[in-house]
């Protein structure tokens, strides 16, 4: 089993840095199915033109402010016209409200999720159109996301809608990120399907949606519940599935938009000695990230793909066991932090900066730490939120 996965069983127990689990089902050639869906016109990720801020070198002093203490807290977001309440998912299935220190149970999907390891309710969203979405594993092990309505503050459970269905062939590498994009619509993270070493070569696969980043718009149209951005990369193409935004990926747990400038910033699960860190900017689709020809910058069962793109940053297993990608800074409230990007790893409990360096990035450290970090995620200003498997909701602040 190795030191990464006991350590993941016993603290974070959801991303899977080298994980050997069991199957879920025999380990035969797995099937992945989607309800079918027509394609659409969608339109292009927003640019901008605004010069980025660029982080100090050091970076100011910081600590984390804790808001609440729940239950597995590992996702959270905020609606695009309310008033900053704070939306949390707990692993377990239960959400709650948080506002002015007080959280207030409002969905409870308990009995709905497989609980175990690295399953559960992994991913919480809202869209700009006021919709929550989850995502989570269903008690066959299989993922799903959903779509409520919001009542008020609260939730009308009778509006429950599912978007997407994918069949998981083992009980580990799930992914479990919902977000929406700049472009308005939704990305889904999903692993590679599970098991070690990616048997069934799901990564490199176009014709399965296992190991890719998705992009949908998950408005129902002509009868189906989402419907295909006529800009997805592989629309069209024999034998890919058009859902597909980006592939190549092993678990690609946590990722996020950077909002000044629309990059994409990817925190990729690694096997037995690597995490990787990738980074594209607005718009570039159909990237191939390498997985399982490589884990990182290393040769696992091949060469570097033509064309793949390397992550911006690894880091060995001397460092870490299972990274949980984060956000760049872009709030107002500390000077001197814009454009950092923040990410932390689930078997260390210190909270790492990218900054620029000549022409890449260099890692350095931000002086915060927590216990059994899962997510990060920003509030309605753009101020970063850490939260960690341990109950504490944070928010970072200047020290």
């Given at each position: 089993?190795?030191?990464?996965?006991?350590?993941?069983?016993?603290?974070?127990?959801?991303?899977?840095?080298?994980?050997?689990?069991?199957?879920k089902r025999a380990a035969t050639s797995p099937s992945t199915t989607v309800t079918a869906a027509p394609t659409t016109t969608s339109t292009a990720a927003p640019t901008t033109s605004t010069a980025p801020a660029v982080p100090t070198d050091p970076l100011p002093r910081l600590r984390l402010e804790k808001l609440v203490q729940l239950t597995q807290p590992i996702a959270a977001g905020v609606r695009p016209r309310g008033d900053g309440t704070l939306y949390v998912a707990q692993k377990n299935g239960k959400i709650f409200i948080l506002k002015d220190g007080t959280a207030n149970q409002i969905l409870d999907l308990s009995g709905q999720i497989a609980k175990g390891g690295e399953q559960g309710l992994l991913g919480l969203a809202i869209s700009p159109a006021d919709k929550l979405y989850v995502d989570f594993t269903d008690t066959n092990g299989d993922t799903r996301v959903v779509e409520y309505a919001f009542a008020g503050a609260g939730i009308n459970e009778s509006s429950r809608r599912q978007v997407l269905f994918v069949d998981q062939p083992f009980a580990n590498h799930n992914g479990g990120e919902v977000i929406f994009g700049p472009d308005g619509l939704l990305y889904v993270g999903l692993g590679d399907g599970g098991s070690e070493g990616d048997p069934n070569n799901q990564g490199q696969s176009l014709s399965t949606l296992l190991g890719k980043i998705l992009r949908i718009d998950p408005?129902?149209?002509?009868?189906?519940?989402?419907?295909?951005?006529?800009?997805n990369p592989f629309v069209g193409r024999a034998g890919a599935r058009p859902q597909i935004w980006a592939y190549g990926l092993r678990n690609p747990w946590r990722f996020s938009f950077d909002r000044t400038t629309h990059d994409q910033w990817i925190g990729d699960v690694g096997q037995d000695r690597y995490e990787e860190i990738d980074h594209v900017a607005a718009g570039r689709a159909g990237v191939n990230y390498g997985w399982s020809l490589r884990d990182a910058l290393h040769?696992?069962?091949?060469?570097?793909?033509a064309?793949?793109?390397?992550?911006?940053?690894?880091?060995?297993?001397?460092?870490?066991?299972?990274v949980i990608g984060g956000y760049v800074y872009r709030g107002t409230q500390i000077e001197g932090l814009g454009g950092a990007y923040f990410f932390a790893d689930s078997c260390r409990n210190d909270i790492r900066a990218l900054v620029p360096s000549g022409t890449g990035v260099k890692q350095v450290a931000t002086g915060l730490s927590g216990s059994n970090i899962a997510s990060f995620a920003e509030d309605a200003e753009g101020e970063l939120l850490v939260l960690a498997l341990s109950g504490g909701v944070f928010r970072v602040r200047e020290a």
């Open positions: 089993m190795g030191k990464a996965m006991l350590a993941l069983v016993g603290a974070l127990a959801l991303t899977g840095a080298a994980c050997h689990s069991g199957p408005s129902p149209s002509g009868g189906q519940p989402y419907s295909i951005p006529a800009g040769s696992l069962k091949g060469p570097r793909p064309g793949a793109v390397d992550p911006v940053a690894e880091y060995d297993h001397g460092h870490g066991c299972a």
